[in-house]
């Protein structure tokens, strides 16, 4: 009787027993299937990452750094995405109406595919490489620009702006300057587009456009104050290149003196008292036409300047025994 009911429950336990003994087996031939997969995951999130699609490498090897991966391959991939984390560059997008006040509602699209919905001032990541911007508002795209987005670039504003009307301003990074064509089509100078609306107003003539010259043609007129730095600058390291030279000249006569001391000529020791004097001279007049180049630069071309930066110079000269000492101290 007991036999009989034990047999149900001995068969149970045969079938668990045989189920765990085939489980290690069926695990062995599945691992070597997955193991492939995470290894070409690998493979083609390193393939990815060479073509600059950081974002689809990095989905790879979130895929790979889980299990069922071997401990190695899965440390493998959580190393490189970690590395492309920081590689990933980000950007904020941001949009101003004519007010100055910021615009939540705008859609933008980057090379055709939508981007972002609406502007939170999130950070959101992107490839690397050269992009179209395309900023949309009430069912039009009011400003585009192409922009390059540099590798490890983080948090870069992309910034555009809404006129009236809906009118937009070209899409600007707010860390570049204007492109030159911007540049060319900007007015000279606000007075003289005032002065010449305020004349069109009371009918009178315009005034020459002569009258008030631009930074361009400030630039290209010639500055005539810059020869007289160049000249003393000039007549300075001359001067300064003549003083070594006697120098020179002067301690090796000087060295000479031992072959005929004590009994040396006078006119062998006046001749290297005239080459020490000399050479303290070619010095001292080197020194004032330098310091001369630099009063007649900083007094020349300071009128862009502010006058409260005074410069103030001390020249000193004096004669050795071996040649001459010269020294400029002061505020620069």
């Known amino acids: 009787m007991i036999c009989s009911r034990l047999r149900p429950v001995a068969a149970l336990v045969g079938i668990v027993m045989l189920a765990l003994a085939a489980s ?42 889980q299990n069922p991966c071997s401990a190695f391959v899965r440390q493998q991939c959580a190393n490189r995405n970690t590395k492309l984390e920081l590689d990933t560059p980000t950007v904020v997008l941001l949009v101003t109406d004519s007010t100055g006040g910021s615009r939540t509602d705008v859609q933008v699209k980057v090379d055709g595919e939508p981007f972002a919905s609406q502007l939170d001032g999130r950070a959101l990541p992107i490839d690397p490489g050269m992009h179209d911007f395309s900023f949309i508002a009430d069912g039009r795209v009011f400003a585009t620009q192409k922009i390059l987005i540099v590798q490890g670039q983080r948090n870069r504003f992309i910034t555009a702006s809404i006129g009236k009307a809906g009118r937009g301003a070209v899409a600007a990074d707010e860390s570049a300057g204007p492109t030159d064509e911007q540049a060319s089509q900007r007015p000279a100078s606000r007075p003289a587009r005032a002065k010449a609306t305020a004349a ?45 030279v006697l120098t020179l000249w002067g301690r090796n006569d000087n060295k000479n003196l031992s072959n005929c001391a004590p009994n040396c000529a006078d006119a062998t020791l006046s001749h290297i008292k005239r080459v020490y004097q000399g050479a303290d001279i070619a010095i001292g007049v080197g020194v004032a036409a330098l310091a001369a180049a630099y009063w007649s630069y900083a007094f020349t071309s300071g009128s862009g300047e502010s006058k409260g930066s005074e410069t103030a110079l001390r020249l000193d000269v004096a004669p050795t025994t071996s040649g001459g000492f010269a020294a400029v101290s002061g505020r620069f």
């Open 200 to 244: 069109a107003k009371k009918g009178e003539p315009e005034e020459s456009a002569t009258a008030e010259s631009t930074p361009a043609e400030e630039a290209s007129a010639p500055k005539h104050h810059r020869i007289l730095p160049l000249v003393l600058t000039g007549v300075g390291v001359a001067a300064l290149g003549t003083g070594a």
């Open 24 to 65: 290690p087996a069926m695990a062995q031939m599945a691992r070597p299937r997955d193991e492939e997969a995470c290894v070409a995951a690998l493979k083609d999130a390193k393939a990815r990452e060479q073509e600059g699609a950081l974002q689809a490498a990095r989905i790879l090897l979130r895929q790979c750094a």
